[in-house]
């Protein structure tokens, strides 16, 4: 059997089963060193998988920091430490002295610092980073409740709308367009919420694949039923102007557009911190799968590998 | 300017620059979290430039291991756990299993355990692994002190001959020859000196580039010279077996040939242990630079970037 015939998923279940360890399955993977609890990420840009060589360079190196911060933060966690691999063909050092300018200007935004990393040939660009954190607890994606709350930290959608803008290849774009290409270029992490995440989120994860696609693998590994409304989704200004513009359906960019690294979270409703960016967009439920207002959705995930 | 032009070694060098980091520049990058010295590295296997597909996956799979278990045992640690990152193109699901059992097997025999990752598209085949190790106490490459000895945990050159087989691509190897493809197949990490390194060794790095290109990195980093026996370098009999057949310089494989991943530390004379694997093949001397019985030579290192 190909990896095209099995789906990205169903490969990540086989390899799993052979590995054996407890500890995969959510964000980061959390271990105990002396004591303390520490969380380890990895997660890489792949040459035109993951961005174009004509995108700026910085935009790459702060992606590649930003992704793996937010997976950090999203279980409860603060960023450390990153090593930084590098698999490249022959190239301008330049594009890669800018590519770097990008990662220390991340890890100076989210106080994190690049100590090592690895350099080697090949035939397209790879940037794999690793990124090592701690938390005071750790939240994974399996403690949602029953009649607790799911929020979101921010808009959705935003990033799809962008990558779309910027597959046009146009020459000029309207500034909201720019907006949204600049939400998919540079993503931030949601490094703010940390804190809040540790103390009162019952189960947690970040949105790179899409809410639907996502919210799926968090009611599935919860054990619950997560049930959407979908008129409190968080939807950007620009987003509206975006599928106003080019007759798109602004939902539907929520619902499966993937790479916003915008936090899903459950905790008791009354957690909801108004000076922190959080909005409630659901509620968890008994059952299983997700609803939007009542009706069973599919999952719409991306799959790198599924063709069949 | 081009990678090619530059060459890796002063790529790295750039690139350090701008991240400003004081950590990198050993084997592993030793930080201090909760009181405890952590060791993080990463070191990949690229298709056609590491490996090639037609070896035993398995093979692949312990070597990605070990080259990282080699890194954190070099500077004095234990390793904990790992995460593997996968790039790969559309392939037989069996071909990663049975890497995955080469990486099981791997971890097991190190007692270190993989705990996540993550699988990526892309046009080859690199097994990226990043590992955690922890150590009482970090030895890197800096502390070689006038009048120590230099050692070595075992026979160099082996990887180099094996490699060279395999490249023949024959039919039929006799037995002392598959003893050498054995070994630059599945290297063995020193993983029973990693106490002996973390208490006694002043300077510690393993061969991953050669001899001659890596105790010149260890003395200058130092600020020592390295004064090299040649007729103390452990060679195999299989070494010079296949040097006799091939008409070949034992020496040469064992000054140039990497990938042996030995452990190459400085400390006390007095500190040999002879219940443990290790020779001495030289002293440190003040000076600079690398000698063969008071001839300096000059570091034969493998870059793979640098055409020019």
């Known amino acids: 059997m190909r990896v095209s015939q099995l789906g990205e998923f169903g490969l990540i279940e086989r390899l799993k089963e052979i590995l054996q360890s407890g500890l995969i399955g959510d964000d980061t993977a959390p271990v105990q060193v002396g004591g303390q609890t520490l969380l380890l990420t990895c997660d ?3 040459q035109d998988r993951h961005f174009k060589l004509a995108y700026p360079p910085s935009a790459i190196g702060w992606k590649a920091i930003s992704v793996n ?17 590098l698999v490249l063909p022959d190239m301008e050092v330049s594009y890669l002295e800018e590519l770097y300018h990008g990662i220390k200007r991340a890890c100076d935004f989210y106080r994190c610092e690049v100590v090592g990393g690895n350099i080697s040939r090949g035939d397209e660009l790879c940037i794999d980073v690793f990124m090592l954190g701690k938390t005071e607890r750790f ?3 399996r403690g949602a409740r029953e009649g607790e709350g799911l929020f979101v930290s921010g808009t959705l959608g935003d990033s799809k709308a962008g990558l779309e803008l910027l597959l046009m290849e146009r020459k000029s774009y309207e500034p909201f367009e720019l907006t949204l290409i600049e939400r998919h270029l540079r993503p931030t992490a949601r490094i703010d919420l940390c804190k809040h995440v540790s103390r009162y989120a019952s189960a947690s994860m970040d949105l790179s694949d899409g809410l639907s696609s996502d919210a799926y693998k968090l009611a599935q590994a919860s054990g619950v039923r997560l049930n959407l409304f979908p008129d409190r989704i968080p939807l950007s ?6 599928c106003k513009k080019h007759r798109k359906e602004p939902l539907q960019y929520a619902l499966s557009g993937g790479e916003d690294y ?3 979270f459950t905790q008791p409703v009354e957690r909801l911190n108004p000076f922190l960016s959080m909005v409630q967009i659901g509620v968890v439920e008994k059952g299983q799968g997700v609803y939007l207002a009542g009706v069973p959705i599919e999952p719409e995930g991306f799959d790198h590998f599924r063709v069949v």
């Not at 911060?69 to 691999?85: Q, T």
């Open 44 to 46: 890489v840009l792949v």
């Open 69 to 85: 911060v937010s997976d950090i933060v999203a279980n409860g966690g603060e960023p450390l430490y990153a090593l930084v691999s």
């Open 139 to 141: 939240v994974g994606r």
């Open 237 to 242: 200004q620009e987003l509206l102007a975006f």
């Open 262 to 264: 915008q936090l899903l």
